[in-house]
């Protein structure tokens, strides 16, 4: 069954490669940290134009004491968004060092109050699932990454997971090796723009049209006998994670 609960989820979890960074701090701390402007681009494709759709109050904001003569800024927010005709509400924290030490002594950053800022907006937005590839640890495999990055290619359009399946990889081992298939990319493209218009279909009526559509018979009349039963299969799958079950006499025909 579709959960509408998800929808704003599902459409924001997955994050461009081309916008985010590697970074390291000390104590070995180490992960992906996402653009800043890009998650608010995604906000306002989601919710609609910032100040109208979505946006954010600050709450609080101190300078706090630590050891020695380090200083923390914090800042608390509330960040609110439209949905459905509703407004929702999230309180989050940003900090930033504003007064420490580095290997060349003391330093002051003046820009701690804006940082602070950007970093409560960006935990705010994780909590409605923005970039939660990133928190769910999915960054952490390569594949996943490089699916993301095929996915990506033609634009910021793209809406959903990355497909770590293993069919996509051998189709194209099939066509490197084989100069004369036909297709190339365009094919590659048709198939991964098909699987993400299948996943995203929320109920069994969806997936059912979407096959059925011109577009998607189009599409199929560029495969492959083996690619058209590829994503005849993913369909089914998906059929299948949507509460479908195959009829009766189906499952008797199949069993001969």
């Given amino acids: 069954m579709s959960n509408d609960n998800l929808k704003i989820w599902n459409a924001v979890e997955a994050t461009d490669p081309k916008y985010t960074k590697q970074f390291n701090r000390g104590g ?6 996402t653009n800043a402007t890009y998650l608010a681009k ?3 494709q989601q919710f609609g134009p910032l100040g109208l759709g979505w946006g954010w109050n600050v709450i609080d904001e101190k300078y706090q ?7 923390i800024h914090v800042l ?17 924290y940003g900090q930033t060092q504003f007064i420490g030490k580095n290997k060349n002594g003391w330093y002051t950053d003046e820009e701690a109050p804006k940082k602070s800022l950007t970093d409560a907006i960006s935990k705010a937005l994780s909590g409605l699932g923005f970039a939660a590839d990133i928190h769910l640890g999915m960054y952490d495999d390569n594949r996943y990454v490089n699916d993301l990055m095929r996915d990506f290619r033609d634009g910021d359009e793209f809406d959903g997971g990355a497909d770590n399946d293993n069919r996509r990889d051998d189709r194209d081992d099939r066509r490197d090796d084989d100069p004369g298939a036909k297709g190339g990319n365009r094919i590659e493209d048709l198939i991964v723009r098909a699987e993400t218009d299948i996943r995203n279909c929320q109920d069994i009526k969806a997936v059912t049209d979407l096959m059925n559509s011109k577009d998607m018979k ?4 560029e495969m492959s006998k083996g690619e058209v039963a590829d994503l005849r299969a993913f369909a089914t799958e998906r059929l299948k994670d949507l ?3 195959k009829p009766a006499k189906d499952k008797e025909a199949a069993n001969g």
């Fill in 218 to 221: 189009d599409a199929m009349a």
């Fill in 65 to 71: 004491p630590g050891n020695d003569q380090n200083v």
């Fill in 243 to 245: 509460g479908w079950s």
């Fill in 76 to 92: 608390r927010i509330k960040l609110w968004y439209m949905l459905d005709g509703k407004k929702g509400e999230i309180e989050h």
């Fill in 42 to 44: 995604k906000a306002t």
């Fill in 28 to 33: 070995g701390f180490k992960g992906t940290a």
